[in-house]
């Protein structure tokens, strides 16, 4: 999918570019702070459509809220971070650049994520300057046609290995 032709109903049923063995390759998230399941479709820094399975197992239910647990927003907007970090990094070197999420803009929730909910992450790279390392980018969140939360992130790389 690219933005022109976006639908993310049809997103979970596409081939993954990218495994969690790979995303995790290149990640450094770990447990419970990995929110990048798979990479369905990636244009080196230009887009990317990544997954982030929902389960009544995710570490963050139990607190939010045990009577009616739902996805914290702040978590969908690192998980689009962490897709936005893997739409910079060089899948060929991923160690050769380093993203920390470095900002965050025109944020909105609009529905609750719940558990069993497919999250579909859509980012788009709006500017990069790479002369001060900063990138901006466009996030949206999906659960089916439903955008569940948005953001403008700023990204800004790091010298050397994490």
């Not at 596409?14 to 244009?43: A, G």
């Amino acid at each position: 999918p690219t933005s022109k032709g976006f639908d993310p109903k049809s997103v979970p049923y596409l081939e993954p570019v990218m495994d969690i063995n790979r995303v995790m390759e290149i990640l450094p998230h770990r447990y419970p702070f990995l929110l990048v399941d798979r990479v369905l479709d990636l244009d080196f820094r230009k887009s990317i459509v990544a997954i982030k399975q929902v389960t009544v197992n995710d570490n963050f239910f139990p607190g939010h809220f045990p009577q009616r647990p739902i996805m914290p927003g702040v978590l969908q907007i690192e998980a689009l971070a962490q897709a936005g970090g893997l739409c910079m990094l060089d899948p060929e070197d991923p160690n050769k650049d380093n993203f920390f999420f470095g900002g965050i803009d025109s944020c909105k929730f609009r529905k609750p994520v719940e558990p069993g909910d497919t999250l579909v992450l859509h980012v788009e790279l709006t500017k990069f300057n790479k002369r001060f390392g900063i990138a901006k980018m466009k996030g949206t969140c999906y659960v089916g046609d439903s955008v569940s939360a948005e953001a403008e992130l700023t990204l800004v790389m790091a010298n050397g290995k994490i």
